[in-house]
């Protein structure tokens, strides 16, 4: 007679675990079964997203416009610092701080604060990691690298804010909803905003077709990007020439991360022969290398 009738962990011919036994958990087959449920979707979304994007070549062509447009904003940047190091307020600091905070309707309030909060570590980090994982799943890696890296502007951030050193604005002269204990000058909400939705708004401009939800998305970046600002100085964090000096800093940053993507872009999408087999899986999907 077979060993196995007194074995609790075997199950019966009715696929039932004896009486007293445990169920076994088959591991590999839960994960097939997972795998096979995820991945019709993985593929559907790449699919879609292949189908929409444009050709490399051609996104390159499309950014190096797009990136023409921030070239204007780094004047005076040099100045402006200079200036801050050596004095607490800009003139129209304090006109332009009382004038917004005077609006002190409820809902613009809750507006401010949303747009302001989604943008401190808590929020901003798991955005950043969580994006640049779609955008691995649909095949394009070299932007998902590239959205990782706008975490790189906090790093110069709090470069400038250590050698500035300008105090935040005080409860004794503004409202202040939130008090940070670090200093004012420029805002890192703001290069932060400019930088991660700013790289999301280049990316979706310049490597997909028009479309409705492109269009709205970009609409949602923007908004963001020109909302961070104002909703700064109305809660106090900041005054109007640190967010100034954020749009600058932020900009200056945008411009030579994007000057770097379109170099990496257009090595791996070159206009004549092939880039290296090594590097073909951060081209992007649905590439013809035949296509102008």
């Not at 332009?96 to 302001?116: D, E, G, M």
């Not at 932007?143 to 790093?155: D, M």
């Not at 420029?186 to 077709?209: A, D, E, K, T």
């Not at 990496?264 to 992007?284: C, D, I, N, T």
């Amino acid at each position: 007679m077979s060993n196995n009738i007194n074995d609790p962990t075997k199950t019966n011919l009715a696929g039932k675990p004896p009486m007293g036994g445990q169920p076994t958990v088959n591991l590999p087959e839960i994960a097939t079964r997972v795998e096979q449920n995820v991945k019709p979707v993985v593929d559907e979304a790449q699919r879609v997203a292949a189908q929409t994007s444009v050709s490399g070549r051609r996104a390159v062509s499309r950014g190096t416009m797009f990136l023409a447009f921030y070239l204007w904003l780094l004047s005076g940047l040099v100045m402006l610092s200079l200036f801050a190091r050596r004095t607490d307020l800009f003139p129209g600091d304090m006109s332009i701080t009382a004038q917004l905070q005077r609006r002190r309707w409820p809902w613009l309030r809750k507006f401010f604060y949303s747009v302001s909060e989604i943008g401190f570590p808590k929020w901003a980090v798991p955005q950043t990691v969580g994006l640049a994982a779609v955008f691995w799943a649909l095949r394009f890696r070299l932007e998902a690298i590239f959205i990782l890296l706008t975490g790189s502007s906090t790093l110069l951030n709090a470069i400038v804010k250590r050698v500035i050193k300008r105090p935040r604005p005080t409860a004794e002269r503004v409202t202040v909803v939130r008090v940070i204990n670090e200093p004012s000058f420029p805002s890192g909400h703001v290069m932060h905003y400019v930088n991660f939705y700013g790289l999301l708004i280049y990316l979706l401009s310049s490597n997909w077709r028009s479309g409705k939800l492109r269009n709205i998305l970009i609409g949602i970046c923007t908004a963001l990007i020109l909302c961070i600002g104002p909703s700064r100085i109305y809660l106090g964090a900041h005054w109007p020439s640190d967010v100034l000096a954020g749009y600058l800093y932020g900009s200056m940053w945008f411009v030579g991360l994007m000057t770097l993507y379109l170099r990496v872009k257009a090595w791996l999408h070159p206009k004549f022969g092939k880039p290296p087999e090594v590097v073909k899986p951060l081209r992007q999907p649905g590439d013809d290398d035949g296509e102008d």
